[in-house]
């Protein structure tokens, strides 16, 4: 049996054109299939039906790996989007969850039960279409294999309309057929007599003006390009067919150049032996916000997806700085006057030197003439190789060494450079882009000079935005302001919550967030399936980690239901975003009091009705604006509210601790870090070693505290039920208490609000 499912699984992805990566997927669809299949063993039955003592049905079957179009539900869509999104059939639905697809466009596996078959296509049939300029799309080179990347929590690519070829093979299926609604009109079956026809099919059977249009004047080109779709080529070819063709051809050129300077790569005689990766270029319209002057951009990206561990790569990391140390050095900043500066990479992952041999084909549209057969042999790490960003990393790193920089031990992204108390130079390095902050403009002019020097660097000037966070700065009062007031206007438009009426808490009391709440009826689950729950989730989230610790517990807790959310679930999270919706301005403001740290923990008792485990929460606040925060569901079930705030302490002494060793590296002078509790209880229990039947059962680690705080670390004091900033990330809180947590987070109004 072994050796007929590997034959089948090598048959199902040759013909598919899918790469190895998808054999659990044929393994799937292999067993499916000798299972439906009669066999003389069973006297020409099924092994489903001697099984199961049921009749087998073949309705469902479909072939495997060829191309399918799932619906996208109208609550996923706007009025001019298209209504289904091209995908790769993979397995064999059920009532339940429907046919398993792997989305083109977001490059990931879905469920649909609403899905229309092309069973005459493969993924290879679309490549060829695309390169005969039918089909407008971002295809992988599925020779190689699946790209593998981060999804971004921005909204989802448009997928192609359908092609209709004049074939009668198109076939329509829907397992668990719904009501005769708007919603399922494309889930019908279809043949020859009704095939279901596209909004490209409709437009071409309308009669056309032959009048020659004109450009309307009453918007400048520059204008128009802000109100197109992005006016951004999926694909080489689409650049060349556009309007836009030359500068697109400069912004390749430029690309070109860069690579050529570097000594990216050599050209070679391709040996049978090499492994040679495919590339694609992608295709960048930036917009300058000032002048609202685009800005044409190209970037060679090599399909590193294809590259094998061991072989082609050994190790990997991303040089990412923590959101925690960015806070802090901006605090810093704010309360000592110190200059921010940005500055960024324009090819920072071509300065990395690689190890490992590793062979492309010649970029599209830059191939040497005469020389066709050759293959480019990488000298530097280019974008898209798995271990480009560790490379550039290695390479920045003695970089910062040799001129005289050390790196912090807690957070590998933070430098410092420290001559005198007046010539401290501290860099944040997230990935391409970089923070510099000082006390001295010349010394930070210096280090841009040797920045220039070592690689092709952008001077940003003044730091206005990082990772998307606007940093706002009042320098006569001392203030500096974190806001995301913008993203959050785009993720209250995205899932049409623009013109929502606002609340004053994120969480209401009226929601009962329970497993009980998920969807059991049919009609419910299809109600959830059209809601974009888990999209809103990890919108709010971003929003969470970055400047809102406001919402922390309420995104949280709503997370908790993300594999089966339901109604109550859903208006729990419409909830959240009309609390942003009033509350869109507030933002992190630094500079307020004293460069103190001061934190903040408290527990509640089985909150979450469920598991009735206990949520943990703390606090870290300096120079009045909140740097670290965390609400987290407990992972064992407390009997005591002591216990529960013993467990939280342990929680926020770690991080605290963490915060110690980075305040000693950045040269910040505190005696003592001391954690606030409102448990006399917990209190205790932390400073007592003495075991008694209340707490000999608490889990070992959790005890580290008692080390901690022993050996005066870290030291814990009483606070106040009142005054403790922490409660709302514990619990739900009236308006009055969650304004003051708010307060104690240092969640206000800009300088720009507040005039």
């Known amino acids: 049996m072994n050796r007929t499912l590997v034959e089948k699984i090598r ?68 009025k001019l989007d298209f209504k289904s999104k091209r995908c790769v059939f993979l397995s064999f639905g059920d009532e339940k969850f429907g046919y398993k697809l792997y989305d083109l466009a977001d490059k990931k596996i879905i469920r649909s039960r609403d899905v229309m078959f092309q069973e005459d296509q493969t993924v290879k049939d679309l490549d060829k279409l695309e390169k005969l300029g039918s089909y407008s799309s971002d295809l992988v080179d599925w020779q190689d294999d699946i790209e593998e990347i981060d999804h971004s929590i921005s909204g989802n690519p448009l997928p192609e309309p359908i092609i209709n070829d004049g074939c009668n093979d198109h076939t329509s299926t829907n397992i668990d057929q719904p009501e005769d ?39 400048s080109p520059n204008e128009y390009v802000l109100l ?32 050529n300077k570097n000594h990216t790569f050599t050209l070679v005689q391709k040996q049978d032996n090499f492994k040679v990766l495919n590339n694609r270029w992608i295709y960048k319209l930036k917009i300058d916000p000032s002048t609202n002057v685009p800005r044409y951009k ?21 040089p990412v700085v923590k959101m925690t140390s960015i806070r802090l050095v901006l605090g810093l900043a704010a309360t000592h006057d110190l200059e921010i500066e940005q500055m960024d990479v324009k090819t920072a992952f071509l300065h990395g030197d690689l190890q490992e041999d590793i062979y492309m084909k010649q970029p599209e549209g830059f191939v040497v003439k005469g020389e066709e057969t050759l293959v480019c042999k990488l000298q530097k790490s280019l974008y898209g190789l798995k271990q480009a960003p560790r490379q550039w990393y290695i390479k920045f790193e003695s970089f910062m060494e040799a001129n005289g920089f050390k790196r912090t031990l807690v957070d590998h992204c933070v430098f410092i450079k420290e001559d005198t108390t007046d010539n401290t130079i501290i860099l944040l390095l997230y990935v391409d882009d970089m923070l510099i902050i000082g006390k001295d403009q010349s010394s930070i002019a210096n280090l841009k000079m040797e920045l220039n020097k070592a690689f092709e660097m952008k001077d940003l000037g003044a730091a206005n935005h990082i990772l998307g966070v606007e940093i706002i700065r009042d320098r006569s009062k001392g203030r500096i302001w974190l806001s995301q007031e913008q993203y959050i206007y785009k993720v209250l438009k995205r899932f049409n919550m623009d013109n929502a009426k606002p609340v004053s808490c994120p969480v209401g009391t009226q929601f009962e967030m329970s497993t009980k709440k ?24 971003y929003a969470m980690v970055c400047t809102r610790p406001d919402i922390a517990f309420a995104v949280g807790l709503a997370s908790r239901f993300s594999a089966n959310p339901g109604k109550e679930h859903w208006e729990c999270v419409k909830w959240i975003l009309r609390y942003l919706k009033g509350t869109a301005s507030l933002s992190i403001c ?43 569901l407990q992972k064992c079930i407390a009997m005591s509210t002591t216990e529960a705030e013993y467990i939280a302490i342990a929680e926020c002494g770690k991080e605290l601790l963490w915060l110690k060793n980075l305040f000693k590296e950045l040269r910040i002078k505190q005696d003592k870090f001391t954690i606030l509790c409102d448990s006399q209880s917990a209190i205790y229990l932390s400073k ?68």
Request: aromatic share 8%; charged share 25%.
């Open 518 to 541: 998920s969807p059991k009826t049919e009609d419910d689950i299809k109600y959830m399936e059209k809601v974009p729950y888990t999209s809103a989730v990890g919108s709010l989230m």
């Open 298 to 318: 190209a970037r060679l990206v090599v399909k590193g997806f294809a590259q094998r561990h061991g072989i082609d790569f050994e190790e990997i990391f991303s």
């Open 11 to 78: 048959c199902l992805l040759s013909h598919a054109s899918l790469p190895r990566h998808f054999w659990g997927e044929a393994l799937v669809a292999a067993v499916q299939i000798v299972n439906l299949s009669p066999t003389t063993t069973l006297n020409g039955s099924t092994p489903e039906k001697t099984w199961s003592g049921k009749d087998v049905s073949y309705k469902h079957l479909r072939t495997f790996g060829c191309i399918a179009y799932a619906h996208v539900p109208k609550d996923e869509r706007t």
């Open 688 to 755: 007592n070693s003495t075991l008694h039947s209340r707490s000999k059962h608490i889990k070992i680690k959790y005890h580290w505290i008692r080390e901690i705080l022993e050996s005066k670390q870290l030291a814990i004091d009483k606070i106040h039920t009142s005054e403790n900033g922490s409660d709302m990330l514990t619990k739900v809180l009236n308006k009055a208490k969650h304004t003051y947590c708010c307060d104690k987070a240092g969640l206000s109004l800009d300088h720009r609000q507040q005039q």
């Open 590 to 632: 630094f500079g307020t009091s004293e460069p103190t740290l001061i934190a903040y923990t408290d527990s509640d008792l089985a909150g979450d009705v469920d598991s009735l485990k206990s949520t943990s929460g703390y606090l870290m606040v300096f120079a009045g604006g909140a740097i670290s925060w965390q609400a987290k």
């Open 181 to 219: 609604n708007a919603e399922s009109e494309q889930s019908q079956t279809t043949g020859s007599e009704n095939a279901i026809q596209t909004e490209d099919q409709i437009l071409q059977d309308v009669r056309r003006s032959s009048r020659v249009r004109t450009s309307s004047s009453r918007y």
């Open 228 to 259: 197109s779709d992005g006016g951004e080529p999926l694909h080489y070819q689409e650049a060349m067919d556009s309007d836009e063709r030359d500068k697109w051809m400069a912004a390749m050129e430029e690309e070109m150049q860069s690579l």
